[in-house]
T-cell receptor, first 110, second 114 residues
Framework: ELKVEQNPLFLSMQEGKNYTIYCNYS?????LYWYRQDPGKSLESLFV?????AVKQEGRLMASLDTKARLSTLHITAAVHDLSATYFC??????????FGTGTSLTVIP | DTGVSQDPRHKITKRGQNVTFRCDPI?????LYWYRQTLGQGPEFLTY????????KSRLLSDRFSAERPKGSFSTLEIQRTEQGDSAMYLC????????????FGPGTRLTVL
């Protein structure tokens, strides 16, 4: 079974600071997804990374994918309070089943 | 609002009762997924449909769980003889054919088994 690990699990950061969330997965996959979940809410798609070296950016978030290292990163630049949420990465094996990490709970402190 | 709806949003039941949840995906999406999410965990795959065909089920899915998508549109997930360990958020997601496999999630049904 494909395993997906995220770290850190919990992240408390000050507004204006930068930080990176890491997502490692155990077997070959050429697609990686990042989702955001606010407390009590469902998941919202952030990024889809479709190939090795892919980089996507939206606002203060930038995601990248290294399929050889089986690693994706989600970089947060100059954090603001609105970014407080839980972030999940997910990978698929054959494109049919999706495996999610345990999530990184981000709290941005003023 | 992603366009995926789920009903009910909350369900409280007693142990041993049967419950059924409904998911209405985005209309042109042919793939539909069910997940279970417990506190502090990521969504756990339960099963998925392509049109009306149920193509995969998680090995973790007990025989008490069954899902249908009779006309390739809405889907139902039934849990028979509920147990306290079934308490969780049940999420539905749909995917458009020929896209990037981005999942559009519904708001979820929170099940509490007393």
């Amino acid at each position: 079974e494909l395993k997906v690990e995220q770290n850190p699990l919990f992240l408390s950061m000050q507004e204006g600071k930068n930080y990176t969330i890491y997502c490692n997965y155990s077997t070959t996959s050429d697609r990686l997804y990042w989702y955001r979940q606010d407390p009590g809410k469902s998941l919202e798609s952030l990024f889809v990374l479709l190939s090795n070296g892919a980089v996507k950016q939206e606002g203060r978030l930038m995601a990248s994918l290294d399929t050889k290292a089986r690693l994706s990163t989600l970089h947060i630049t100059a954090a603001v309070h609105d970014l407080s949420a839980t972030y999940f990465c997910a990978v698929s094996n054959t494109g049919n089943q999706f495996y999610f990490g345990t999530g990184t709970s981000l709290t941005v402190i003023p | 609002d992603t366009g995926v709806s789920q009903d009910p949003r909350h369900k409280i039941t007693k142990r041993g009762q049967n419950v059924t949840f409904r998911c209405d995906p985005i209309s042109e999406h042919n793939r539909l997924y069910w997940y279970r999410q417990t506190l502090g965990q990521g969504p756990e795959f339960l099963t998925y449909f392509q049109n009306e065909a149920q193509l995969e089920k998680s090995r973790l899915l007990s025989d008490r769980f069954s899902a249908e998508r009779p006309k390739g549109s809405f889907s139902t997930l039934e849990i028979q003889r509920t147990e306290q360990g079934d308490s969780a958020m049940y999420l539905c997601a749909s995917i458009r054919a020929g896209g990037t496999d981005t999942q559009y999630f519904g708001p979820g049904t929170r099940l509490t088994v007393l």
